[in-house]
């Protein structure tokens, strides 16, 4: 059983930046997801096992970037130029080794418990 572990939500003012980690990373596909109030849990970024592929939902296309660190075990989402309507629960989650990055929250086995993001206008 892997036991994801986001950090680094917080409250940021609309403009502001956010990185969250995710730990352990693996050496597979992993993505970020996100869930606001009311509403389903969507895609928001993904990268395959090398860090060589890397897929953005377009609503963060320029503004976010996944990354990931295998010395380190961890996975990043860098978060910049934050507005309002990124504010959601950010979860990160790992694919079965072998699989490329998917967009779908059921192509993926394991989660996080999410980490808070609220960006204030």
């Known amino acids: 059983q892997v036991q994801l572990v986001e950090s680094g939500g917080g409250l940021v003012q609309a403009g502001g930046s956010l990185r969250l980690s995710c730990a352990p990373s693996?050496?597979?596909?992993m993505g970020w997801f996100r869930q606001a109030p009311g509403k389903a849990r969507e895609f928001v970024a993904g990268i395959n096992w090398s860090g060589g592929m890397t897929v953005y939902a377009d609503s963060v296309k320029g503004r976010f970037t996944i990354s990931r660190d295998d010395a380190k075990n961890t996975m990043y989402l860098q978060m910049s130029s934050l507005k309002p309507e990124d504010t959601a629960v950010y979860y990160c989650?790992?694919?079965?080794?072998?699989?490329?990055?998917?967009?779908?929250?059921?192509?993926?086995?394991?989660w996080g418990q999410g980490t808070q993001v609220t960006v204030s206008s």
């Open positions: 693996g050496r597979t596909s």
């Open positions: 989650a790992r694919a079965p080794r072998g699989m490329s990055v998917i967009t779908s929250t059921s192509a993926y086995d394991y």
